[in-house]
C-alpha cells in the first residue's frame, strides 16, 4: 500500500507530498514556498515572518467562534541522516517510504517523521471542510534541528493565540510539559605532522552497524558512540599507531553510527596488530550486547602509507582528550523521576589536514547545570590548548504543573481511553522554551504519535499511533475551552 493511501488520509496524503519536498536545515527555501502555496491555495491568509517562518491562519467554524484561538505548531525541517551504502541525494532527492506492517519507515534514510508528521497534521486541519475547531494559527518553523533558528528569531505580533499546541512529541500516552534546553560546543585544534615512519602497513579500520539515534531521547538507552569505541580502540594497541586521519559521526544532535580512521603499524607488528581489533570487538559485542547487535570492525589494507602522520606528542593529547570527554548522561533529574536532566553527546570527530575538530551537543532542563556541563566539555579540551566555541544555547521549557490546557487534555484523555496519561518532561530540545520567551502569556503542551530511532536511518512512525493521536487531537480542538 502506497502511503498516501492509509488512514486517515488527512494526514497521510499530506505527508507523502511533503516528504517529496526536499527540506534539510538552513536549506528549507523549497519546503517554504510549498506551504505557501500550500495555505494560499486553499485561500486562508499566508504569511512569512525575516526569518522564514509560516504562519497559515483560519477561521473558526461556525458555533466555535467564542472558543480561544489555538496555535498549532511544528517545524518544517528534517534530519538528514543514511546509512553508509545507501545511495540518496537529499538535496534533491524526496524521501522514499515503505509501509511495513503497522509501520512506516524510510529505505536507507531518516523519514522524517521528526516533525513531518506534525506538520502534514496541521495541514490536514487546515484542508478540512467537515473538521469543528475554534480559530487556528499555524506556526511552521524553521531550521529546528541545527539550531533552532526560527523559534529564536519569532516575530510575536504575528499571534494571538493563548493556547500552544506543540505537535513535536514521539510517544502517544506522552503529555509533555517540559523540555531540556541546549548549548554546541564546537572545537578546532592545528595539530603538527611528521614523516610516518618506513616499513609500515596502512589500514582503513571502520565501524559500522550502531543504532545511533536521538541524542536527547535516546542518551539514557545505552546505546554505543562511535567515536568514543573508535577512539578507544586507538588509545589501548598494544603496537604503536600512526594517525593520519579520523571521520566519525554526522549531525550535532545524532549519537554517532559509524566512524572511520586511517593508520598505518610497523610492518611486523601487522598480525598482533589485527587479532587485537578482532578480540577487541568482541570485548564490545560483549559489552553492548543487549542493545547494539551489529556491531563491527573492518580492516582493509591500503595500497601505500600516506606521507605524513600526527606527531606522536599531538596524538596522544588528542586521543587523552577524546577518551577522557564526558559522554552520555551527566546527571538525572532529582525532581522527575527516570527524567535525564543533563548530558552531553560527542556527535563528531574529524582529523584531517593538519586540523582536529569535534562537534558537540550539551542538553540540560536546568540552566545552571547546563553552564555545569558545558564548563566540563570546554575544559577537557581546555587541556590540550584546542580553540573552543560555544553557540546555539536554547533554555529548556520549565514545567508548569498547575497548567490549564494540560488538565483539561488529562481529563479527555483519561475519559477517551481509560487510563492515565504519561505527564512528562523530555530531554529532547522541543521549541516550546523559546516561544515561551516569546509568547509569555500562552499555555503551551506538547504531544504526538509514535515515533522511533529519530534521527537515524531505522526512524519509523506507528500507523495505529497515527491514527490515535488524530482523534485525540480533533476531540481536544472541539472541546476547546471558551474565551
Not at 519569532?154 to 548549548?183: F, R
Not at 587485537?276 to 553492548?288: H, N, P, Q
Not at 584546542?386 to 488538565?407: C, M, V
Request: net charge negative; proline share 4%; with cysteine.
Amino acid at each position: 500500500m502506497e502511503v498516501k493511501n492509509l488512514e486517515p488520509r488527512e494526514i497521510w496524503e499530506n505527508f507523502a507530498a511533503l516528504n517529496a519536498v526536499p527540506r534539510p536545515s538552513k536549506k528549507e527555501e523549497r519546503v517554504i514556498q510549498f506551504m505557501v502555496d500550500f495555505g494560499k491555495s486553499l485561500g486562508l491568509k499566508t504569511e512569512t515572518d525575516k526569518i522564514g517562518n509560516i504562519i497559515i491562519k483560519k477561521p473558526a467554524t461556525p458555533g466555535m467562534e467564542d472558543r480561544h484561538t489555538v496555535i498549532l505548531q511544528s517545524h518544517v525541517d528534517m534530519v538528514h541522516q543514511k546509512n553508509s551504502d545507501t545511495v540518496f541525494d537529499f538535496d534533491v532527492e524526496g524521501i522514499r517510504m515503505i509501509v511495513d506492517g503497522d509501520w512506516v519507515r524510510a529505505d536507507g534514510t531518516t523519514l522524517g517523521a521528526d516533525n513531518g508528521i506534525g506538520v502534514a497534521t496541521i495541514m490536514g486541519l487546515l484542508a478540512s471542510t467537515d473538521i469543528k475547531h475554534p480559530a487556528l494559527e499555524a506556526m511552521f518553523t524553521v531550521d529546528e534541528e541545527t539550531g533552532m533558528t526560527g523559534a529564536m528569531e519569532l516575530e510575536p505580533a504575528y499571534y494571538d493565540g493563548k493556547i500552544l499546541l506543540n505537535l513535536d512529541t514521539e510517544d502517544d500516552d506522552e503529555l509533555s510539559i517540559g523540555c531540556a534546553g541546549g548549548i554546541d560546543t564546537n572545537t578546532s585544534y592545528d595539530y603538527t605532522r611528521e614523516a610516518t615512519p618506513i616499513d609500515t602497513v596502512t589500514y582503513t579500520i571502520s565501524l559500522r552497524g550502531l543504532m545511533g539515534g536521538h541524542s536527547g531521547m535516546d542518551i539514557d538507552k545505552g546505546r554505543a558512540n562511535a567515536n568514543k569505541l573508535m577512539t578507544r580502540l586507538l588509545y589501548d594497541a598494544p603496537v604503536d599507531v600512526f594517525l593520519h586521519e579520523f571521520d566519525g559521526g554526522s549531525l550535532r544532535n545524532a549519537i554517532p553510527r559509524e566512524a572511520t580512521v586511517l593508520v598505518s603499524i610497523i610492518s611486523e607488528h601487522k598480525a598482533d596488530f589485527e587479532s587485537y581489533v578482532k578480540e577487541l570487538e568482541e570485548v564490545m559485542r560483549i559489552e553492548f550486547s543487549p542493545i547494539e547487535k551489529n556491531l563491527k570492525f573492518t580492516l582493509e589494507l591500503a595500497d601505500s602509507s600516506p606521507a605524513t602522520c600526527l606527531s606522536p606528542a599531538d596524538q596522544s593529547r588528542i586521543l587523552s582528550a577524546l577518551y577522557a570527554l564526558h559522554n552520555g548522561v551527566f546527571k538525572m533529574s532529582l525532581n522527575f523521576e527516570n527524567l535525564v536532566e543533563t548530558s552531553s553527546s560527542l556527535a563528531r570527530v574529524l582529523i584531517k589536514d593538519g586540523n582536529f575538530g569535534t562537534k558537540s551537543l550539551q542538553r540540560s532542563s536546568v540552566e545552571s547545570t547546563k553552564n555545569d556541563i558545558a564548563n566540563t566539555i570546554k575544559s577537557t579540551f581546555e587541556l590540550i590548548g584546542a580553540d573552543i566555541e560555544q553557540t546555539g544555547d536554547y533554555p529548556g521549557w520549565e514545567p508548569n504543573p498547575d497548567s490549564a490546557i494540560l488538565k483539561v487534555m488529562a481529563k479527555m484523555y483519561r475519559d477517551r481511553y481509560k487510563e492515565e496519561p504519561q505527564i512528562k518532561a523530555c530531554h529532547a530540545g522541543l521549541e516550546c522554551g523559546i516561544l515561551g520567551k516569546h509568547l509569555p502569556d500562552v499555555d503551551m503542551i506538547s504531544f504526538g504519535p509514535n515515533i522511533r530511532h529519530a534521527h537515524s536511518p531505522d526512524e519509523c512512525v506507528q500507523i495505529s499511533s497515527v491514527e490515535k493521536f488524530w482523534g485525540f487531537l480533533l476531540e481536544v480542538l472541539k472541546e476547546m475551552p471558551k474565551k
